[in-house]
């Protein structure tokens, strides 16, 4: 039986996060760094489920135990979905959450529709190469310039319509209820104990058959 996952990576908040969500289970939530280096994977994938789960199942298959990778971004209507899971490096490979943003309200400049969603994928693979995934979506508005000062990325400039205000204006707690990783989390804690065991199913399946000692039962092993 699983009694460890690994979360593909080294935030230290994402951990706590997770661990918090899923406390009253039987398992132990480690991170990349409690385990000696490993090679970097390389976010290439076409959608954010692409990429979720080449980490996940990338991280599975070098440590021998389930991991679990997310990945998520903002998708913007009138930019054709865009950042997308460009997100991150919209303005260029080494942007700041400024770069990203002041590129995203110079290409939303006169448009009418400004309508966007944040966008989450959590996948859990198992080693064997399987994996499950939950998803999230929180949508808003595009603001016309950036508003508050909390949170990170494009928080300042997504506005969200029920608490008439841009998610860099709530608290954390406020956001993780409603937020796309929130709700990506809340959706794998309602289903972890099936989760656990489509975990456990996967590894049974996985393991080398025993070995038939019949072929051997009349055997003289005296000479």
Partial sequence: MVNMIVLATH???????LQKVLK??????????????IPEVIEDGETFDDNAYKKASFTAKVLGIPAISDDSGL???????NPGVRSARYAGENATDKDNIDKLLAEMKGKEN????????????VPSGPALTYEGRCEGVITEEPQGEEGFGYDPVFYY???????????VDEKNKVSHRGKALQGLAEEFDKVLKWINARIDEAKP????????????WSE
């Fill in 11 to 17: 935030n230290a908040g994402k951990v706590k996060e």
């Fill in 75 to 81: 998708v913007v209507e009138a930019l054709d979905g």
């Fill in 24 to 37: 009253n289970f039987p398992v132990e939530i480690k991170s990349l760094s409690d385990f000696g280096p």
């Fill in 161 to 171: 319509p029920p608490f008439s205000k841009t998610f860099a204006e709530i608290s």
């Fill in 114 to 125: 400004r309508a966007a969603a944040f966008e989450c994928v959590l996948s859990i693979a």
């Fill in 209 to 220: 058959p025993k070995p038939d000692h019949e072929q051997y039962e009349h055997n003289d």
